[in-house]
Protein backbone atom coordinates (compact mmCIF):
# COMPACT_ATOMS: atom_id res chain seq x y z
CA UNK A 1 0.00 0.00 0.00
CA UNK A 2 2.67 2.28 0.48
CA UNK A 3 3.75 1.75 -2.64
CA UNK A 4 0.31 3.01 -4.44
CA UNK A 5 0.39 5.99 -2.19
CA UNK A 6 3.75 7.07 -3.25
CA UNK A 7 2.32 6.65 -7.02
CA UNK A 8 -0.70 8.59 -6.22
CA UNK A 9 1.30 11.27 -4.35
CA UNK A 10 3.58 11.56 -7.68
CA UNK A 11 0.56 11.78 -9.93
CA UNK A 12 -1.53 14.14 -7.83
CA UNK A 13 1.65 16.14 -8.00
CA UNK A 14 1.62 16.42 -11.46
CA UNK A 15 -1.91 16.69 -11.99
CA UNK A 16 -2.12 19.95 -9.31
CA UNK A 17 0.99 21.42 -10.70
CA UNK A 18 -0.38 20.86 -14.48
CA UNK A 19 -4.08 21.88 -13.79
CA UNK A 20 -4.59 23.94 -10.62
CA UNK A 21 -1.34 25.02 -8.54
CA UNK A 22 -1.44 27.97 -10.87
CA UNK A 23 -5.17 29.03 -10.41
CA UNK A 24 -4.48 28.89 -6.33
CA UNK A 25 -1.16 30.79 -6.67
CA UNK A 26 -2.85 33.62 -8.66
CA UNK A 27 -6.39 33.40 -5.79
CA UNK A 28 -8.77 32.04 -9.06
CA UNK A 29 -9.21 29.01 -6.30
CA UNK A 30 -9.97 29.49 -2.28
CA UNK A 31 -8.56 26.83 -0.54
CA UNK A 32 -11.75 24.55 -0.24
CA UNK A 33 -12.62 24.47 -3.98
CA UNK A 34 -8.57 23.35 -4.46
CA UNK A 35 -9.14 20.51 -2.00
CA UNK A 36 -12.61 19.34 -3.66
CA UNK A 37 -10.71 19.74 -7.15
CA UNK A 38 -7.75 17.46 -5.81
CA UNK A 39 -10.42 14.92 -4.28
CA UNK A 40 -12.57 14.74 -7.87
CA UNK A 41 -9.25 14.54 -9.69
CA UNK A 42 -7.84 11.95 -7.47
CA UNK A 43 -10.07 8.54 -8.34
CA UNK A 44 -8.85 8.93 -12.29
CA UNK A 45 -4.78 8.70 -11.13
CA UNK A 46 -5.50 5.88 -8.61
CA UNK A 47 -6.62 4.01 -11.97
CA UNK A 48 -2.57 3.85 -13.15
CA UNK A 49 -1.15 4.42 -9.34
CA UNK A 50 -2.80 0.93 -7.93
CA UNK A 51 -1.40 -1.61 -10.82
CA UNK A 52 2.01 0.23 -10.75
CA UNK A 53 2.09 0.70 -7.22
CA UNK A 54 1.25 -3.43 -6.44
CA UNK A 55 3.91 -4.38 -9.35
CA UNK A 56 6.81 -2.18 -7.45
CA UNK A 57 5.40 -3.68 -3.74
CA UNK A 58 5.63 -7.28 -5.45
CA UNK A 59 8.69 -6.95 -6.36
CA UNK A 60 10.20 -5.11 -3.33
CA UNK A 61 8.66 -8.14 -1.20
CA UNK A 62 10.22 -10.76 -3.37
CA UNK A 63 13.11 -9.85 -4.06
CA UNK A 64 13.92 -9.47 -0.95
CA UNK A 65 12.99 -12.70 0.16
CA UNK A 66 14.43 -14.19 -2.28
CA UNK A 67 17.47 -12.22 -1.87
CA UNK A 68 17.84 -13.31 1.72
CA UNK A 69 17.06 -17.30 1.03
CA UNK A 70 13.52 -16.50 2.53
CA UNK A 71 12.16 -18.78 -1.13
CA UNK A 72 14.41 -21.47 -0.67
CA UNK A 73 13.67 -22.04 2.99
CA UNK A 74 9.68 -22.03 1.99
CA UNK A 75 10.10 -24.31 -0.66
CA UNK A 76 12.33 -26.80 0.96
CA UNK A 77 9.80 -26.68 3.86
CA UNK A 78 7.48 -28.12 1.20
CA UNK A 79 5.68 -24.85 0.29
CA UNK A 80 5.08 -24.48 -3.57
CA UNK A 81 5.66 -21.14 -5.66
CA UNK A 82 2.01 -20.98 -6.54
CA UNK A 83 1.10 -21.42 -2.68
CA UNK A 84 3.38 -18.94 -1.49
CA UNK A 85 2.20 -16.29 -3.88
CA UNK A 86 -1.68 -16.97 -3.21
CA UNK A 87 -2.61 -14.54 -1.16
CA UNK A 88 -0.78 -11.76 -3.99
CA UNK A 89 -3.05 -13.27 -6.20
CA UNK A 90 -6.17 -13.14 -4.07
CA UNK A 91 -5.19 -9.27 -3.17
CA UNK A 92 -4.36 -8.10 -6.88
CA UNK A 93 -7.81 -9.96 -7.89
CA UNK A 94 -9.46 -7.81 -5.08
CA UNK A 95 -7.60 -5.03 -6.44
CA UNK A 96 -9.13 -5.74 -10.18
CA UNK A 97 -12.40 -5.16 -8.71
CA UNK A 98 -11.67 -2.17 -7.34
CA UNK A 99 -9.91 -1.06 -10.29
CA UNK A 100 -13.09 -1.63 -12.61
CA UNK A 101 -15.48 0.23 -10.40
CA UNK A 102 -13.55 3.17 -10.33
CA UNK A 103 -12.95 2.89 -14.02
CA UNK A 104 -16.44 2.03 -14.81
CA UNK A 105 -18.48 4.26 -11.82
CA UNK A 106 -16.79 5.99 -9.43
CA UNK A 107 -13.94 7.56 -11.70
CA UNK A 108 -16.22 8.69 -14.61
CA UNK A 109 -18.42 10.68 -12.31
CA UNK A 110 -15.61 12.05 -10.23
CA UNK A 111 -13.69 13.62 -13.48
CA UNK A 112 -17.14 14.92 -15.10
CA UNK A 113 -17.91 16.46 -11.72
CA UNK A 114 -13.98 18.03 -11.32
CA UNK A 115 -14.57 19.74 -14.58
CA UNK A 116 -18.45 20.92 -14.09
CA UNK A 117 -16.55 22.52 -10.87
CA UNK A 118 -13.89 24.38 -12.82
CA UNK A 119 -16.49 25.58 -15.82
CA UNK A 120 -18.99 27.01 -12.58
CA UNK A 121 -15.77 28.80 -11.51
CA UNK A 122 -15.42 30.42 -15.28
CA UNK A 123 -18.83 31.30 -14.93
CA UNK A 124 -18.89 32.85 -11.47
CA UNK A 125 -15.99 34.96 -11.92
CA UNK A 126 -14.49 34.85 -15.71
CA UNK A 127 -12.89 38.35 -14.77
CA UNK A 128 -10.52 37.17 -11.79
CA UNK A 129 -7.99 35.75 -14.37
CA UNK A 130 -6.78 39.21 -14.36
CA UNK A 131 -4.55 40.59 -11.36
CA UNK A 132 -3.52 43.88 -10.68
CA UNK A 133 0.41 43.44 -9.70
CA UNK A 134 0.85 40.13 -12.01
CA UNK A 135 2.17 39.22 -14.68
CA UNK A 136 -0.47 37.01 -16.29
CA UNK A 137 1.12 34.47 -18.52
CA UNK A 138 -2.10 31.96 -18.79
CA UNK A 139 -2.67 32.92 -22.63
CA UNK A 140 -0.72 31.75 -25.37
CA UNK A 141 1.98 34.20 -26.30
CA UNK A 142 0.89 37.36 -24.38
CA UNK A 143 1.97 38.63 -20.90
CA UNK A 144 -0.28 41.32 -19.57
CA UNK A 145 0.77 43.33 -16.46
CA UNK A 146 -2.06 45.57 -14.62
CA UNK A 147 -1.37 48.37 -12.64
CA UNK A 148 -4.54 48.27 -11.07
CA UNK A 149 -7.72 46.87 -10.86
CA UNK A 150 -11.36 47.59 -9.99
CA UNK A 151 -14.08 45.08 -11.13
CA UNK A 152 -13.64 45.16 -14.95
CA UNK A 153 -11.68 48.47 -15.41
CA UNK A 154 -7.96 48.88 -15.18
CA UNK A 155 -4.95 51.17 -15.29
CA UNK A 156 -1.73 51.15 -16.18
CA UNK A 157 -2.06 48.37 -18.89
CA UNK A 158 0.96 46.56 -20.21
CA UNK A 159 0.85 44.11 -22.93
CA UNK A 160 3.57 41.82 -24.34
CA UNK A 161 2.78 39.66 -27.91
CA UNK A 162 5.20 37.02 -28.09
CA UNK A 163 6.63 34.69 -30.87
CA UNK A 164 7.32 31.24 -31.04
CA UNK A 165 10.47 31.62 -29.12
CA UNK A 166 8.64 33.79 -26.68
CA UNK A 167 10.14 37.33 -27.30
CA UNK A 168 7.95 40.27 -27.19
CA UNK A 169 7.29 41.34 -31.03
CA UNK A 170 5.05 43.79 -30.40
CA UNK A 171 4.31 46.05 -26.92
CA UNK A 172 1.65 47.67 -25.98
CA UNK A 173 0.87 50.43 -22.98
CA UNK A 174 -2.49 51.78 -22.35
CA UNK A 175 -3.70 54.42 -19.24
CA UNK A 176 -6.52 52.82 -18.39
CA UNK A 177 -8.45 49.80 -20.26
CA UNK A 178 -11.53 47.31 -19.29
CA UNK A 179 -12.09 43.62 -19.13
CA UNK A 180 -15.58 42.24 -20.46
CA UNK A 181 -16.57 38.56 -20.58
CA UNK A 182 -18.05 36.98 -23.63
CA UNK A 183 -20.17 33.82 -22.67
CA UNK A 184 -20.89 32.69 -25.46
CA UNK A 185 -17.51 32.60 -26.98
CA UNK A 186 -16.10 31.89 -23.55
CA UNK A 187 -13.63 34.53 -23.99
CA UNK A 188 -12.14 37.93 -22.34
CA UNK A 189 -12.30 41.20 -24.26
CA UNK A 190 -9.15 43.01 -23.28
CA UNK A 191 -9.91 46.98 -24.38
CA UNK A 192 -6.89 49.49 -23.81
CA UNK A 193 -7.86 53.00 -24.26
CA UNK A 194 -5.45 55.74 -24.88
CA UNK A 195 -2.26 54.21 -25.64
CA UNK A 196 -0.15 53.66 -27.61
CA UNK A 197 2.10 50.51 -28.96
CA UNK A 198 5.83 49.83 -30.83
CA UNK A 199 6.68 46.63 -33.34
CA UNK A 200 9.67 44.92 -33.32
CA UNK A 201 11.52 43.48 -35.95
CA UNK A 202 10.17 40.42 -36.73
CA UNK A 203 13.51 38.83 -37.60
CA UNK A 204 15.08 40.27 -34.22
CA UNK A 205 12.97 41.26 -32.02
CA UNK A 206 15.49 41.76 -29.67
CA UNK A 207 17.59 44.19 -31.42
CA UNK A 208 15.79 47.63 -30.03
CA UNK A 209 17.90 49.18 -33.10
CA UNK A 210 15.19 47.76 -35.56
CA UNK A 211 11.91 49.24 -33.25
CA UNK A 212 9.67 50.71 -35.45
CA UNK A 213 7.73 54.09 -34.30
CA UNK A 214 5.29 53.85 -31.44
CA UNK A 215 1.99 54.59 -33.13
CA UNK A 216 -1.06 56.08 -31.01
CA UNK A 217 -4.42 55.02 -30.60
CA UNK A 218 -7.57 56.20 -28.35
CA UNK A 219 -8.56 52.68 -27.82
CA UNK A 220 -8.29 49.21 -29.81
CA UNK A 221 -8.95 45.52 -28.79
CA UNK A 222 -7.75 42.16 -27.89
CA UNK A 223 -9.46 38.86 -27.72
CA UNK A 224 -8.20 36.60 -24.95
CA UNK A 225 -9.27 32.85 -25.36
CA UNK A 226 -9.94 30.90 -21.70
CA UNK A 227 -10.40 27.70 -23.71
CA UNK A 228 -6.55 27.40 -23.23
CA UNK A 229 -6.97 27.38 -19.48
CA UNK A 230 -10.10 25.27 -18.73
CA UNK A 231 -11.48 24.04 -21.90
CA UNK A 232 -14.80 24.78 -23.28
CA UNK A 233 -17.85 26.58 -20.96
CA UNK A 234 -20.63 24.40 -23.28
CA UNK A 235 -19.46 21.26 -21.11
CA UNK A 236 -19.71 17.90 -23.13
CA UNK A 237 -18.56 14.56 -21.54
CA UNK A 238 -16.12 12.85 -23.39
CA UNK A 239 -16.18 8.89 -23.67
CA UNK A 240 -13.09 8.07 -20.90
CA UNK A 241 -15.37 10.17 -18.47
CA UNK A 242 -18.42 8.50 -19.00
CA UNK A 243 -19.62 5.02 -16.75
CA UNK A 244 -20.35 1.80 -17.67
CA UNK A 245 -24.49 2.42 -18.51
CA UNK A 246 -23.43 5.50 -20.78
CA UNK A 247 -21.09 3.86 -22.88
CA UNK A 248 -23.98 1.59 -23.18
CA UNK A 249 -26.65 3.39 -24.23
CA UNK A 250 -23.89 5.44 -26.79
CA UNK A 251 -23.13 2.08 -28.26
CA UNK A 252 -26.59 0.99 -28.44
CA UNK A 253 -27.72 4.59 -30.05
CA UNK A 254 -25.42 4.73 -32.43
CA UNK A 255 -26.05 1.41 -33.42
CA UNK A 256 -30.15 1.96 -33.96
CA UNK A 257 -28.40 5.46 -36.22
CA UNK A 258 -26.03 2.87 -38.18
CA UNK A 259 -28.95 1.11 -39.44
CA UNK A 260 -31.76 3.77 -40.31
CA UNK A 261 -30.46 7.20 -40.51
CA UNK A 262 -29.09 9.47 -43.38
CA UNK A 263 -25.44 8.35 -45.03
CA UNK A 264 -23.90 10.85 -43.75
CA UNK A 265 -25.47 10.33 -39.68
CA UNK A 266 -24.68 6.90 -40.47
CA UNK A 267 -20.69 7.54 -41.03
CA UNK A 268 -20.92 9.69 -38.34
CA UNK A 269 -22.77 6.60 -35.90
CA UNK A 270 -20.34 4.61 -37.21
CA UNK A 271 -17.56 6.54 -35.85
CA UNK A 272 -19.49 6.78 -32.20
CA UNK A 273 -19.84 3.76 -32.34
CA UNK A 274 -16.53 2.02 -32.66
CA UNK A 275 -14.94 4.75 -30.59
CA UNK A 276 -17.26 3.86 -27.82
CA UNK A 277 -16.16 0.65 -28.37
CA UNK A 278 -12.28 1.61 -27.37
CA UNK A 279 -13.56 3.42 -24.34
CA UNK A 280 -15.21 0.27 -23.19
CA UNK A 281 -12.67 -2.13 -23.79
CA UNK A 282 -9.73 0.32 -22.84
CA UNK A 283 -11.52 0.10 -19.16
CA UNK A 284 -11.73 -3.32 -19.01
CA UNK A 285 -8.42 -3.59 -19.93
CA UNK A 286 -6.77 -1.30 -17.88
CA UNK A 287 -8.85 -2.62 -14.62
CA UNK A 288 -7.02 -5.87 -15.71
CA UNK A 289 -3.74 -4.33 -15.49
CA UNK A 290 -3.97 -4.87 -11.79
CA UNK A 291 -3.81 -8.92 -12.39
CA UNK A 292 -1.24 -8.68 -15.42
CA UNK A 293 1.17 -6.57 -13.01
CA UNK A 294 1.25 -9.25 -9.82
CA UNK A 295 0.82 -12.16 -12.49
CA UNK A 296 4.46 -11.30 -14.23
CA UNK A 297 6.16 -9.57 -10.93
CA UNK A 298 5.89 -12.43 -8.31
CA UNK A 299 8.19 -14.51 -10.11
CA UNK A 300 10.30 -12.16 -11.78
CA UNK A 301 10.65 -10.92 -7.95
CA UNK A 302 11.77 -14.29 -7.10
CA UNK A 303 14.53 -15.08 -9.80
CA UNK A 304 15.62 -11.85 -9.92
CA UNK A 305 16.76 -12.00 -6.31
CA UNK A 306 17.41 -8.50 -5.85
CA UNK A 307 17.03 -6.86 -2.63
CA UNK A 308 18.03 -3.04 -3.47
CA UNK A 309 14.88 -0.86 -3.85
CA UNK A 310 16.27 0.99 -6.51
CA UNK A 311 16.71 -1.52 -9.06
CA UNK A 312 13.13 -3.30 -7.98
CA UNK A 313 12.19 0.57 -8.87
CA UNK A 314 13.05 0.60 -12.21
CA UNK A 315 12.12 -2.97 -13.22
CA UNK A 316 8.62 -2.29 -11.70
CA UNK A 317 8.83 1.14 -14.16
CA UNK A 318 9.84 -0.48 -16.99
CA UNK A 319 7.23 -3.16 -16.88
CA UNK A 320 4.78 -0.15 -16.62
CA UNK A 321 6.18 1.92 -18.78
CA UNK A 322 5.66 -0.95 -21.77
CA UNK A 323 2.51 -1.80 -20.38
CA UNK A 324 1.41 1.90 -21.32
CA UNK A 325 3.36 2.63 -24.30
CA UNK A 326 1.80 -0.73 -26.17
CA UNK A 327 -1.70 0.69 -24.80
CA UNK A 328 -1.09 3.84 -25.96
CA UNK A 329 -0.12 2.63 -29.06
CA UNK A 330 -3.11 1.21 -29.95
CA UNK A 331 -5.45 3.94 -28.48
CA UNK A 332 -3.68 5.68 -31.98
CA UNK A 333 -5.28 3.10 -33.94
CA UNK A 334 -8.55 4.77 -33.39
CA UNK A 335 -10.09 4.86 -36.92
CA UNK A 336 -8.62 1.85 -38.51
CA UNK A 337 -11.77 -0.03 -37.14
CA UNK A 338 -10.45 -3.25 -39.50
CA UNK A 339 -7.88 -3.93 -37.04
CA UNK A 340 -10.31 -3.92 -34.26
CA UNK A 341 -8.31 -1.58 -31.81
CA UNK A 342 -10.89 -2.60 -29.47
CA UNK A 343 -9.87 -5.58 -29.07
CA UNK A 344 -6.38 -4.77 -29.60
CA UNK A 345 -6.46 -3.30 -25.99
CA UNK A 346 -6.28 -6.62 -24.44
CA UNK A 347 -3.02 -8.07 -26.25
CA UNK A 348 -0.75 -5.82 -23.40
CA UNK A 349 -2.85 -7.91 -20.93
CA UNK A 350 -2.94 -11.14 -22.39
CA UNK A 351 1.21 -10.83 -23.44
CA UNK A 352 1.82 -9.48 -19.55
CA UNK A 353 -0.51 -12.49 -17.95
CA UNK A 354 1.17 -15.69 -20.72
CA UNK A 355 5.19 -14.04 -19.63
CA UNK A 356 4.12 -14.78 -16.03
CA UNK A 357 2.50 -17.68 -16.20
CA UNK A 358 5.45 -19.18 -17.95
CA UNK A 359 7.59 -17.74 -15.13
CA UNK A 360 5.73 -19.22 -12.48
CA UNK A 361 5.74 -23.13 -14.41
CA UNK A 362 9.33 -22.55 -15.03
CA UNK A 363 10.17 -21.20 -11.39
CA UNK A 364 7.90 -23.83 -9.72
CA UNK A 365 9.88 -26.58 -12.03
CA UNK A 366 12.89 -25.59 -11.29
CA UNK A 367 11.99 -26.21 -7.31
CA UNK A 368 10.49 -29.25 -7.52
CA UNK A 369 13.97 -30.89 -9.64
CA UNK A 370 16.13 -29.38 -6.75
CA UNK A 371 14.06 -30.36 -4.20
CA UNK A 372 15.17 -34.23 -5.17
CA UNK A 373 17.85 -35.05 -3.08
CA UNK A 374 20.71 -36.20 -4.83
CA UNK A 375 21.12 -40.04 -3.52
CA UNK A 376 17.59 -41.01 -4.49
CA UNK A 377 18.70 -39.85 -7.91
CA UNK A 378 21.83 -42.32 -7.98
CA UNK A 379 20.12 -45.09 -6.24
CA UNK A 380 17.28 -44.80 -9.37
Known amino acids: M ?49 PVGLLTGILLTMGRLSAQSEITALRSSGVGIFRLSSSVIVFSILGTFASLFVNFYYGPRAMASFRQEKEAIIQKNPLSFIQEKTFV ?51 LVLIPYRGSFEARD ?45 LQEVEADARAKMESASPEEREEATVRFHRAKMAFH ?55 HEYRPDLLFWAPNFLYQGIGLWLFIRADRGSKNNDVPNGLTTAR
Open 2 to 50: GAVAMFAFLLMTGAVVKDMLDLLAEGHLTIPIFLRLVQLRFPDLLVYAL
Open 137 to 187: RGFSGLVIYVGEKDGDQLKDLWIWELDGENRAKRFTRAESGEVRYNQEENT
Open 202 to 246: PDSPEDFRKIRAALSFESTSMVLSLDEIFGRVTFQKKLKWMTFKE
Open 282 to 336: EKFAMGFSVLSFALIGVPLGIQASRKETSANLFLAIGLALGYYVMMMAVSWMDGM
